[in-house]
């Protein structure tokens, strides 16, 4: 019976048995090559990562850079703009003080010292008794 059995069966049981020892071989060397790939990503990876991370520090030192210059240039012309102001209201001051001192010199020279003043009276009140 076991004869029988190992002739009609035997054989398919040798080829079931060899697909399955050349899946199991397949299958360990695909999941070798998929190991293999997925280290090979993971280091692809971390090396994008890394020149990323490179990358991204260099743009944010010219970034930085650019910022820095672009405030020292507003910074100037802040100050420039002040000391030009400056020297404006010290021009309209200048200005304002010489216009005040014409104002008085006018007013000083229109109005009547007291001794001219006291001979007006005089000739009104000689007026007024004639």
Known sequence: MQQVRELLFGEYQRQVEARLDKV???L???RQDTEHERSA???LLAQRIEQLDEQTGTDLEALESSLR???Q???TTLE???DDLHTLMESELQCFKEETRQQLDQLEAAKVSRK???GL???LADTLET
Request: charged share 35%; glycine share 0%; hydrophobic share 35%.
């Open 41 to 43: 990503l993971e280091q």
């Open 73 to 75: 240039t507003l910074k």
């Open 24 to 26: 199991s071989s397949d």
């Open 28 to 30: 360990e060397r695909l």
């Open 121 to 123: 009276m005089r000739q």
């Open 116 to 118: 001219q003043l006291a």
């Open 80 to 82: 420039q703009r002040i």
């Open 69 to 71: 210059n672009e405030l």
